[in-house]
C-alpha cells in the first residue's frame, strides 16, 4: 500500500491532558509500516493558551485550529472524528455533543461512568449514523492480536483453566493533590476506573464477554483513606470472574498501592502457560510460551511510538469503509465490560453518583 493509497483521517482533540499528549504524538510520528494518516486540524482546550502550548509541543509539524471551548472542536467543518481525554465523568457529555454535531468519536477509558451513560452513547451514535468506539489501546497491539490466536485459534497451551492479571502504579491517592484527576472522586479517580479495566479487558479477551460466556463476579476493595466516607476511592480492587461454562476464572486486580513487575499476566491451560509482559498491563510487549513437554519460547514485539496509532489506524480503515463499529473494540464488548464494573462498584459499595 503507497502512501497516496493511505486514508486520510482528520482528527479533533478534546482534552489536553496526558493522555492526549500521547495521543497525538502516536498520530504525527513517521511510522514505516502506517495503515493511515493522521491529520490534527483542531484542538480544544480550557484556554488558547494551553491549547497553543500542547499544539506547539505535540504536533509542530501541522497547524491546527485551537479553540478555548470543546464546542469549537464539535463544529470545525474540517473535522473528521473527535478523540475525547477529557476527564472520565465528563466523557458522557463530550461524547454526546460530538455526536450531536455529527463527527465520528474515539473516547478514552473507560468510555463512561456506568453501563447506563455508555448505552445512552452508543444509542446517540446509532442514531446519528456515526462512528463510536472506545480507545483501549491495548486490544489493538500485534502481541495482544497474537496471544488471542494462540489461545483461541491455536489452541497452543490447550484449555484455559484460570488467568491471572495485575495493573499496579505506585500512586497512592494520599501522595496527590486533592484536586488532581488522579485523586479526586469528582474527577473519576480509582484503581477499578484507572487501571482495572486493563485487568478486566485481558480477561476479556482471554475469555471472552459474550452473553452466554458472562461470568460470575465476586470483588473487594481497599479505599483511599479520607475523613469523608463519601470521597473516599478505590485504591486496591481484586476481582474473580467465574466461568461456568468454561469451568475456569480470571484473577483480576488493580492497585494504586505498588508497581506490577515486568510480566503482568499468566494463562494457565492443560498442555502448558502464557505469560504476558511489557512495559505495563496497558503496553504489553511479549510473550512468554510454554509448554508441558518443556519447550520455552519468548516472542517480542518492538513498536515505534507508543502504540496508541494502532487504534488509531483502525479508526481510519473503519471509517473509510463506512463502518460504525470496530469488531476488535466492539460497542457490545464495551458495554459488556462497563456493566462488570458496575457490579463491581455495587458490590464492594463504590459510588461515583453526585
Known amino acids: 500500500m503507497t502512501d497516496i493509497e493511505l486514508p486520510v483521517l482528520r482528527w479533533g482533540i478534546v482534552g489536553c491532558g496526558l ?3 500521547w495521543f497525538v504524538s502516536d498520530l504525527v510520528l513517521s511510522r514505516s509500516e502506517a495503515a493511515a494518516n493522521h491529520t490534527i486540524t483542531a484542538i ?3 484556554s488558547l493558551e494551553k491549547g497553543n502550548k500542547f499544539a506547539s509541543k505535540n504536533c509542530p509539524s501541522q497547524s491546527p485550529a485551537v479553540y478555548d471551548s470543546y464546542s469549537g472542536v464539535y463544529n470545525d467543518p474540517n473535522v473528521d472524528v473527535v478523540y475525547i481525554g477529557t476527564p472520565h465523568p465528563l466523557h458522557h457529555k463530550n461524547v454526546l455533543d460530538a455526536i450531536a454535531a455529527g463527527k465520528h468519536v474515539l473516547c478514552e477509558k473507560p468510555m463512561a461512568m456506568n453501563a447506563q451513560e455508555g448505552q445512552e452513547m452508543v444509542v446517540a451514535a446509532r442514531k446519528k449514523g456515526v462512528f463510536l468506539m472506545e480507545a483501549v489501546w491495548t486490544r489493538f497491539f500485534p502481541v495482544t492480536k497474537e496471544l488471542q490466536r494462540l ?3 491455536e489452541k497452543a497451551i490447550g484449555d484455559i483453566s484460570v488467568a491471572w492479571v495485575d495493573f499496579g ?5 494520599q501522595s496527590k493533590d486533592p484536586g488532581s484527576r488522579t485523586a479526586s472522586k469528582k474527577l473519576g479517580a480509582g484503581a477499578l476506573l484507572d487501571l482495572g479495566i486493563y485487568s478486566l479487558t485481558w480477561a476479556s479477551l482471554i475469555f471472552g464477554t459474550a452473553s452466554s460466556a458472562s461470568p460470575d463476579i465476586s470483588a473487594n476493595m481497599v479505599f ?4 469523608d466516607p463519601n470521597d473516599r476511592v478505590d485504591e486496591q480492587t481484586a476481582v474473580i470472574l467465574r466461568y461456568p461454562e468454561q469451568r475456569a476464572q480470571a484473577i483480576c486486580t488493580a492497585s494504586l498501592l505498588y508497581k506490577t513487575p515486568e510480566i503482568f499476566a499468566r494463562i494457565e491451560g492443560s498442555k502448558g502457560s502464557i505469560s504476558v509482559g511489557g512495559v505495563a498491563a496497558s503496553k504489553p510487549g511479549f510473550l512468554i510460551v510454554k509448554t508441558k513437554d518443556g519447550e520455552e519460547k519468548k516472542i517480542d514485539f518492538p513498536v515505534e511510538g507508543r502504540g ?3 487504534e488509531a489506524d483502525a479508526v481510519a480503515l473503519d471509517i473509510q469503509a463506512g463502518r460504525l463499529e470496530n469488531n476488535t473494540c466492539s460497542l457490545t464488548t464495551t458495554q459488556s465490560i462497563l456493566s462488570y464494573m458496575d457490579s463491581i462498584m455495587a458490590a464492594c459499595g463504590l ?3 453526585n
Open 351 to 353: 459510588s461515583y453518583s
Open 19 to 21: 493522555i492526549s499528549t
Open 308 to 310: 496508541f496509532h494502532f
Open 151 to 153: 489461545v483461541h485459534e
Open 224 to 227: 483511599s483513606d479520607h475523613e
Open 169 to 173: 502504579i505506585y500512586t497512592p491517592i
Open 44 to 46: 480544544g482546550s480550557s
